[in-house]
């Protein structure tokens, strides 16, 4: 890299002129507040996007909420704004929503861990030269494809070994779902593991503690807030999820916690309603205005949550 | 005689903890395997039901009600418009807000709450940002569901992405380069300009692929945005046979894109569209694979290459 010689250096009279020295280091100190502010910009607007997305969730939502009151909203048990006689019961939205959820938990927590521990405390550093890599490819991976592979891959599986199994489930999209979170919860969980001081290890190895001792009695609680993270923001993947859902799980609302059953999740719901033709502005529209309100409030708590563990874990070592 | 049992004891104890560690390793081996298994499954699934449909023919055919005919040429000239409009927005907004909170915000609350939004935009869902984009870029602003607003919603999705890349990149370079620069009178846009920028360029080029293969691979946002899924003709082309040769009547044009032509195909009821789904998925997947790997291999070369 050749050092660029600053053009402006040799611009600047040599004769020693002040009034033109002094010109030349304005327009310089100038152009430095010009870039300055044109950065800052470009790094407000997240704070913009941020503000864009409260300002329409919110308009939108007040709007349906002048037409159906909040009461109706959330103890209503069921979901049929389209129909002649409308029903909104966010609860028939959210059981679908907790159920796939909850599948995709109970896959992607266990394994997530085992992974994360496996990879931090057991693989040799061959293994996790190539598993880290691989990992990241799967959380790569367009979740079109995850929902099509649950759709035709998973669910005529699962119906092999229970055949009154419906084409739409909540089971095979969760199950996927987890899968494809697990990346994301292994590799948060084992960024807090080694995030343990070696001190801590070497400590429970010369008391002649075994790795699977020092891993699960040290490592481990030692890591809990940052593991606990990991789950947080988990729950927070698998909620927000959305082709998966609605690929596989089927887009009619119903009020189930019965995997094996097909039911819309609030994502699934606004997908369907986007793929329609709604005029903006009916009752329909701002339905998935408050939807959309609901899932980003949950979202934001889970996210503020998981952040806050993790600083505050980072902030003990 | 009592220490040699004792001895005998400790042996048996040891073995059965160290057997523990053994079963352990085997667990993480086999958990790692399934997330292989899966991907391996998907890939090969997609390959088998999708190849057979690969051919000239498919890439060069609009969509159609007939399966054996149908292509995805609007498909992927939207994917490629799209990506287009995405990369032109996130990434001088990605590398000058990165470049911004690492060498020029002062430690102040403005800059505590840019670096909140970002932690927490990374985490939304990405169907909030087509709910977004629906309310603000489509109606507020009157896009329409246009390439323009897409490709907008896509940056505005990504930018958390390109921003952290760029950040950790100029992180990395030592603070003894900057001082050197400082020390013969660069001012702080030189210093930014001539050796902080070029230096962490791969790094920010990392970001930028990862990024992109996020975009492209997103359906979500794009169809709350109203991106329509039977599309049987091209957006204008961006260049003409007259002055000024360069028209930009395809940011406004309809489009559809390949994760919603999948979407499409994937969501009927009979089997021959669902080979066309497989096939569209199956480019889908190797761009996004391909993008990946050319990533993570440029990084595995910086670590390997750059000594300060």
Same mark, same amino acid.
């Given at each position: 890299?050749?050092?660029?010689?600053?053009?402006?250096?040799?611009?600047?009279? @040599?004769?020693?002129?002040?009034?033109?020295?002094?010109?030349?280091?304005?327009?310089?100190?100038?152009?430095?507040?010009?870039?300055?502010?044109?950065?800052?910009?470009?790094?407000?607007?997240?704070?913009?996007?941020?503000?864009?997305? =409260?300002? =329409?969730? =919110?308009?939108?939502?007040?709007?349906?909420?002048?037409?159906?009151?909040?009461?109706?909203?959330?103890?209503?048990?069921?979901?049929?704004?389209?129909?002649?006689?409308? /029903?909104?019961?966010?609860?028939?939205?959210?059981?679908?929503?907790?159920?796939?959820?909850?599948?995709?938990?109970?896959?992607?927590?266990?394994?997530?861990?085992?992974?994360?521990?496996?990879?931090?405390?057991?693989? @040799?550093?061959?293994?996790?030269?190539? !598993?880290?890599?691989?990992?990241?490819?799967?959380?790569?991976?367009?979740?079109? !494809?995850?929902?099509?592979? !649950?759709?035709?891959?998973?669910?005529?599986?699962?119906?092999?070994?229970?055949?009154?199994?419906?084409?739409?489930?909540?089971?095979?999209?969760?199950?996927?779902?987890?899968?494809?979170?697990?990346?994301?919860?292994?590799?948060?969980?084992?960024?807090?593991?080694?995030?343990?001081?070696?001190?801590?290890?070497?400590?429970?190895?010369?008391?002649?503690?075994?790795?699977?001792?020092?891993?699960?009695? =040290?490592?481990?609680?030692?890591?809990?807030?940052?593991?606990? &993270?990991?789950?947080?923001?988990?729950?927070?993947?698998?909620?927000?999820?959305?082709?998966?859902?609605?690929?596989?799980?089927?887009?009619?609302?119903?009020?189930?916690?019965?995997?094996?059953?097909?039911?819309?999740?609030?994502?699934?719901?606004?997908?369907?309603?986007?793929?329609?033709?709604?005029? /903006?502005?009916?009752?329909?529209?701002?339905?998935?205005?408050?939807?959309?309100?609901?899932?980003?409030?949950?979202?934001?708590?889970?996210?503020?949550?998981?952040?806050?563990?993790?600083?505050?874990?980072?902030? &003990?070592? | 005689?009592?220490?040699?049992?004792?001895?005998? +004891?400790?042996?048996?104890?040891?073995?059965?903890?160290?057997?523990?560690?053994?079963?352990?390793?085997?667990?993480?081996?086999?958990?790692?395997?399934?997330?292989?298994?899966?991907?391996?499954?998907?890939?090969?699934?997609?390959?088998?039901?999708?190849?057979?449909?690969?051919?000239?023919? %498919?890439?060069?055919?609009?969509?159609?009600?007939?399966?054996?005919?149908?292509?995805?040429?609007?498909?992927?000239?939207?994917?490629?418009?799209?990506?287009?409009?995405?990369? %032109? %927005?996130?990434?001088?907004?990605?590398?000058?807000?990165?470049?911004?909170?690492? +060498?020029?915000?002062?430690?102040?609350?403005?800059?505590?709450?840019?670096?909140?939004?970002?932690?927490?935009?990374?985490?939304?869902?990405?169907?909030?940002?087509?709910?977004?984009?629906?309310?603000?870029?489509?109606?507020?602003?009157?896009?329409?569901?246009?390439?323009?607003?897409?490709?907008?919603?896509?940056?505005?999705?990504?930018?958390?992405?390109?921003?952290?890349?760029?950040?950790?990149?100029?992180?990395?370079?030592?603070?003894?380069?900057?001082?050197?620069?400082?020390?013969?009178?660069?001012?702080?846009?030189?210093?930014?300009?001539?050796?902080?920028?070029?230096?962490?360029?791969?790094?920010?080029?990392?970001?930028?692929?990862?990024?992109?293969?996020?975009?492209?691979?997103?359906?979500?946002?794009?169809?709350?945005?109203?991106?329509?899924?039977?599309?049987?003709?091209?957006?204008?082309?961006?260049?003409?046979?007259?002055?000024?040769?360069?028209?930009?009547?395809?940011?406004?044009?309809?489009?559809?894109?390949?994760?919603?032509?999948?979407?499409?195909?994937?969501?009927?009821? +009979?089997?021959?569209?669902?080979?066309?789904?497989?096939?569209?998925? %199956?480019?889908?997947?190797?761009?996004?694979?391909?993008?990946?790997?050319?990533?993570?291999?440029?990084?595995?070369?910086?670590?390997?290459?750059?000594?300060?």
């Amino acid at each position: 890299m050749s050092v660029a010689v600053p053009g402006e250096i040799r611009a600047a009279p @040599p004769s020693g002129a002040m009034s033109a020295r002094l010109a030349y280091r304005r327009s310089r100190v100038l152009r430095e507040k010009a870039i300055e502010s044109v950065l800052f910009l470009a790094a407000l607007v997240c704070v913009f996007t941020t503000l864009g997305i =409260v300002f =329409v969730l =919110v308009s939108e939502s007040v709007e349906f909420f002048r037409q159906v009151s909040l009461w109706d909203f959330l103890t209503d048990t069921q979901w049929t704004p389209l129909f002649a006689d409308a /029903h909104f019961g966010i609860m028939v939205l959210l059981s679908g929503t907790f159920t796939s959820s909850a599948v995709a938990l109970a896959i992607a927590i266990p394994l997530g861990t085992i992974i994360a521990i496996y990879l931090s405390e057991f693989a @040799p550093f061959r293994v996790r030269e190539v !598993a880290k890599p691989f990992l990241e490819m799967l959380e790569a991976v367009p979740t079109i !494809a995850f929902g099509y592979f !649950a759709l035709l891959f998973v669910t005529p599986l699962l119906q092999r070994l229970y055949p009154q199994l419906p084409g739409f489930n909540l089971l095979s999209a969760g199950i996927v779902m987890g899968i494809m979170i697990i990346c994301y919860v292994a590799s948060v969980a084992e960024d807090a593991m080694r995030a343990v001081p070696m001190s801590l290890r070497e400590g429970s190895y010369a008391m002649g503690a075994t790795r699977f001792q020092t891993a699960t009695r =040290v490592v481990v609680p030692a890591a809990f807030s940052g593991i606990a &993270a990991a789950y947080i923001l988990g729950v927070s993947r698998a909620v927000g999820e959305t082709m998966i859902v609605a690929v596989a799980a089927g887009m009619q609302p119903n009020l189930t916690f019965n995997p094996l059953e097909p039911a819309a999740t609030i994502t699934a719901y606004i997908v369907q309603v986007a793929l329609g033709d709604l005029p /903006h502005g009916s009752i329909g529209y701002q339905t998935i205005f408050a939807a959309g309100l609901t899932l980003f409030a949950f979202t934001l708590v889970c996210n503020i949550a998981g952040h806050m563990l993790r600083r505050s874990f980072r902030e &003990a070592y | 005689m009592a220490y040699a049992r004792d001895l005998a +004891e400790v042996r048996l104890l040891i073995a059965s903890r160290k057997r523990w560690d053994y079963v352990f390793a085997l667990l993480g081996l086999g958990a790692l395997m399934v997330a292989v298994l899966t991907l391996t499954a998907l890939f090969v699934d997609l390959a088998i039901d999708g190849i057979p449909r690969l051919s000239l023919d %498919f890439l060069t055919s609009f969509p159609s009600r007939r399966p054996e005919r149908a292509g995805i040429l609007s498909a992927w000239v939207g994917t490629s418009l799209v990506m287009l409009v995405t990369a %032109f %927005f996130a990434v001088p907004l990605g590398v000058g807000a990165g470049l911004y909170l690492e +060498e020029y915000a002062p430690k102040n609350w403005v800059t505590d709450v840019i670096e909140i939004n970002i932690t927490n935009l990374a985490g939304v869902p990405s169907i909030v940002y087509g709910l977004l984009a629906l309310g603000l870029f489509v109606y507020q602003f009157g896009l329409g569901e246009s390439i323009l607003a897409a490709g907008l919603t896509l940056a505005l999705l990504v930018l958390p992405v390109v921003i952290v890349a760029t950040r950790e990149a100029v992180r990395a370079i030592p603070q003894g380069i900057r001082e050197g620069a400082y020390a013969l009178g660069g001012t702080q846009w030189q210093v930014c300009r001539d050796h902080i920028i070029p230096y962490s360029l791969p790094g920010i080029l990392t970001g930028v692929i990862i990024a992109m293969a996020r975009a492209i691979g997103e359906t979500a946002p794009v169809i709350t945005i109203g991106a329509l899924t039977f599309i049987a003709f091209l957006p204008p082309s961006p260049v003409g046979p007259e002055f000024p040769w360069l028209s930009f009547d395809w940011l406004w044009s309809p489009f559809t894109v390949m994760p919603i032509q999948m979407f499409n195909w994937t969501s009927r009821p +009979e089997a021959a569209f669902h080979a066309n789904a497989a096939a569209a998925g %199956f480019i889908l997947i190797v761009m996004t694979l391909a993008m990946n790997g050319l990533a993570i291999w440029l990084r595995y070369r910086l670590r390997k290459k750059i000594r300060w």
